[in-house]
């Protein structure tokens, strides 16, 4: 199977996280490259069986920088795709010290949805999706401890 995978990391979480992934495809004999969306054309996105899309959350949606790679690029009608979000982890309110509802965590997490709307437009299927938390209030990180195994879980589910 070959492999696409576009990030758009701004600390670099998302490059390790997209990293780790092509590595494990890579083990299993599949072809996987990955590139920051600065260094591609979304006019001239590669063939390829799968395509996948990282990005980190900027108030609630995915960077500036992804959405409009993917609002231009030329996919192939029916393209397979599977998307990865970066959200800083939920934390108590200083205030409070009170946890967000799941309300408030989902107002904040418009990643994932809003990434899946701009592919199915195009005609894209999504096969899977994940969230990955980096840790602490700010989105610098570093990832939250466990990462490696979402990621390995989520790679069986593409495999």
């Known amino acids: 199977m070959k492999v696409e995978i576009f ?3 701004k600390f670099g979480n998302g490059e390790k996280v997209v990293a780790y992934l092509q590595g494990l495809l890579v083990a299993k004999g599949h072809q996987a490259n990955f590139r920051h969306v600065r260094d591609a054309k979304p006019k001239d996105v590669p063939s390829a069986d799968l395509y996948v899309f990282c990005a980190p959350t900027r108030l609630g949606k995915p960077i500036s920088k992804m959405r409009r790679f993917l609002k231009k690029a030329a996919l192939p009608n029916g393209a ?3 998307l990865i ?3 800083g982890e939920p934390v108590p309110n200083k205030k409070t010290g009170e ?3 799941q309300e408030e965590i989902e ?3 418009q990643n ?3 990434m899946d709307a701009l592919l199915k437009e195009k005609g894209a299927v999504k096969v899977a999706e994940l969230k990955v938390y980096v ?3 700010t989105m610098k990180g570093p990832l939250k401890e466990g990462w490696e195994k979402v ?3 989520f790679a069986a589910k593409l495999l």
């Open 107 to 109: 107002k904040y997490q």
């Open 135 to 137: 840790r602490g209030d």
């Open 7 to 9: 990030h758009a990391s």
């Open 151 to 153: 990621v390995e879980e």
């Open 112 to 114: 994932l949805p809003t």
């Open 85 to 87: 979000a970066t959200h």
């Open 99 to 101: 946890m967000p509802s």
């Open 80 to 82: 397979k795709y599977a």
